[in-house]
């Protein structure tokens, strides 16, 4: 069996040394609670969708469970108030999932521009899916914000699943929470 190789261009391999300095920079921020998450996590998961490393990278995936996944439109198709445009809301919340937690990182005036309906109707068919159980919530305090927070939506991992191709080594080298960065240069292969 032969083996099938992409051929990268100058201007790839650039991009994607460059979109890996931009992951490896705001790593540091997502330890700070001054520091807004949801924007440092829309960044990379634009980042990584800018990019596209080859198999056996750590470029994060999305696990879909076709009987969950059709459940859930079947659902939302006879139950919602508004089944075409939550079913649209469904669809557009797999693209957008942070790497490795679930976290839908789309604010409800983003899906709400990118399926054309009202803010408050984001809100009804978000409650929809949480009801059933497709996603769930949690709250995030902010401070000298009022009421409970924050709401963070995350994907059951029953329904779809984030994960990575990469390798146990690969995950060794992710640094832990308050690890200390440095820098390597990387070269040829």
């Known amino acids: 069996m032969r083996n099938v190789?992409?051929?990268k261009t100058r201007r790839d391999r650039l991009r994607e040394d460059q979109a890996e300095q931009v992951r490896q920079a705001l790593?540091?921020?997502f330890d700070n609670p001054d520091f807004d998450h949801d924007a440092l996590g829309r960044v990379i998961v634009t980042v990584n969708r800018l990019t596209s490393p080859q198999p056996?990278?750590?470029e994060p995936f999305v696990m879909i469970r076709p009987a969950q996944n059709r459940a859930v439109?079947?659902?939302l198709m006879k139950n919602s108030k508004r089944p075409m445009k939550a079913v649209d809301v469904w669809t557009l919340l797999?693209?957008?999932l942070f790497p490795h937690t679930g976290q839908v990182m789309l604010t409800r005036e983003e899906i709400a521009e990118a399926v054309g309906i009202r803010v408050n109707e984001v809100t009804a068919i978000m409650n929809e899916l949480v009801?059933?159980?497709a996603i769930f919530t949690e709250r995030e305090k902010?401070?000298?914000m009022r009421g409970p927070g924050l709401v963070r939506y995350f994907m059951n991992k029953h329904v779809a699943e984030v994960g990575s191709r990469a390798t146990q080594?690969?995950?060794d080298l992710i640094p832990k929470p308050g690890a200390k960065l440095q820098v390597i240069h990387g070269g040829a292969s």
Request: net charge negative; aromatic share 16%.
């Open 169 to 171: 080594n690969e995950l």
């Open 94 to 96: 797999f693209d957008h």
């Open 27 to 29: 790593l540091p921020f």
């Open 131 to 133: 009801g059933f159980g």
């Open 56 to 58: 056996g990278t750590t």
């Open 73 to 75: 439109t079947l659902w």
């Open 142 to 144: 902010v401070a000298g």
């Open 5 to 7: 190789t992409r051929l």
